[in-house]
């Protein structure tokens, strides 16, 4: 083995480890999903056969076109409740 080979070999290593090691400390400082929110628009995205059917492979409802909710509270154990308004 030649002994600049094994120097880069060691450099590199050094380099992934280096990389690796500083994403783990990157914080996020995005917002939380967690609590309430108010409903705007609600996104269907559907599958290849059924968007050939209706010749749209997404379609964006409104609350007035849907149902007439009026919030969704998103809990942190991964479960959300959505409240609807009767008429």
Known sequence: MKPGS????????ALLI???GSASFTTCGAQ???GKW???SVKNFYGAEYA???G???EEKFP???????DIEY??????????LCS
């Open 64 to 70: 007035k076109d849907v149902a007439q909710f009026t």
């Open 38 to 40: 108010k409903g705007v």
């Open 18 to 20: 280096l990389i690796v």
């Open 52 to 54: 050939k059917q209706i």
């Open 6 to 13: 094994m120097f880069r070999a060691f450099t590199s290593k």
């Open 75 to 84: 809990k942190s154990d991964h479960t959300f409740i959505m409240n609807f």
């Open 56 to 58: 749209k492979p997404m």
């Open 32 to 34: 939380s999903i967690v």
